[in-house]
């Protein structure tokens, strides 16, 4: 696998922990594994420990389980202060903090499986996992 540098949207990082074998998990655990580098914010891990509990019929994990892993997350990825920006094309304001973590991670690309941060793509290096995969995965 090609050594670059993500930001994985909260999406990403939640069906790739429920589902393994899915692209998304095949992601993480990549990342996981020393291959990628992934920049977080606060804010997106936040946001994952807050809608961990709508998949928790198939983890079965408990509330300290589940701040457990978040925080694992956090020791493994490097962690930036979202850019401030507000970017008038960006049709969700509650996705201007994943946008600002982009931009203040400097990384290769923002993987993300959101509608409304992908019509950015034209405008900045925007992915879906599965193109991602299809580019740097193995």
Known sequence: MTHVCIVLDTNVLLSGTAYPNSIPGKIVA???SGSLDVVLSQY???ELLRVLPRLNHRLGWSNSEMRDFVDSLAFLADLVEPEPI??????DAADQPVLGTFLAANANYLVTGDKDLLALSH????IKPADFWQLHGN
């Open 44 to 46: 997106i891990l936040d």
């Open 30 to 32: 990549a990342w996981r």
């Open 123 to 126: 405008l900045y290096s925007i």
């Open 86 to 91: 507000e970017d008038p094309h960006l049709r």
